[in-house]
T-cell receptor
Framework: NAGVMQNPRHLVRRRGQEARLRCSPM?????VYWYRQLPEEGLKFMVY????????ESGMPKERFSAEFPKEGPSILRIQQVVRGDSAAYFC???????????FGPGTRLLVL | SQQGEEDPQALSIQEGENATMNCSYK?????LQWYRQNSGRGLVHLIL?????REKHSGRLRVTLDTSKKSSSLLITASRAADTASYFC?????????????FGKGTHLIIQP
């Protein structure tokens, strides 16, 4: 069974460009979570989605960040007009049941030059 | 904030010894999960303990939960070099409207061969 898949694994962007991070949850999982990890820090929750719905975006920055989980295809975390402070590892997780065990993907490491 | 905090921040022991890590949190929870992260990689789920459980075992892992003290401990017995990693506790808040896990900054465990 494939686990949570994320791509790309590494992404380099210049300031002002857009970053698109993709996440495919485990088979059968309809709950997707996005987290950000800064160096030497724990993960910070950003957003929780179910198919076609954003359920909890309490951790999302108010500007430039958006997320979606369409009926077909992977979940997308989109960062517009990236700044150097956006450089971090972004992890996606999925769960079979809301609030239960979350399984994490390998992460996307974003570097903003 | 219900941020969990792991203690100690770093731990170095000899192979074969037991390693104990502690976690404290601030609010009521549904469950508490422990994860391992090898350098630069994704998180691996180790164990989930529910708020009505006091102790749980999985192989060489033993987790305890004391909801009155809002604390948990992770014990790794007979440590191996491959156990070298960062270990994070993550709490699932029991209140409404908060679906993401709250992570601490982690304990960096080094097993000396």
């Amino acid at each position: 069974n494939a686990g949570v898949m994320q791509n790309p694994r590494h992404l380099v962007r210049r300031r002002g460009q857009e970053a698109r991070l993709r996440c495919s949850p485990m088979k059968g999982h309809s709950h997707v979570y996005w987290y950000r990890q800064l160096p030497e820090e724990g993960l910070k929750f950003m957003v929780y989605l179910q198919k076609e719905n954003i359920i909890d975006e309490s951790g999302m920055p108010k500007e430039r960040f958006s997320a979606e989980f369409p009926k077909e295809g992977p979940s997308i975390l989109r960062i517009q007009q990236v700044v150097r402070g956006d450089s971090a590892a972004y992890f996606c997780a999925s769960s079979l049941i809301r609030g239960e065990t979350q399984y994490f993907g390998p992460g996307t490491r974003l570097l903003v030059l | 904030s219900q941020q969990g905090e792991e203690d100690p921040q770093a731990l170095s022991i000899q192979e074969g010894e037991n390693a104990t890590m502690n976690c404290s949190y601030k609010t009521s929870i549904n469950n508490l999960q422990w994860y391992r992260q090898n350098s630069g990689r994704g998180l691996v789920h180790l164990i989930l303990i529910r708020s009505n459980e006091r102790e749980k075992h999985s192989g060489r892992l033993r987790v305890t939960l004391d909801t009155s003290k809002k604390s948990s401990s992770l014990l790794i017995t007979a440590s191996r070099a491959a156990d070298t990693a960062s270990y994070f506790c993550a709490t699932a808040f029991s209140g409404g409207g908060a679906d993401g896990l709250t992570f601490g900054k982690g304990t960096h465990l080094i097993i000396q061969p």
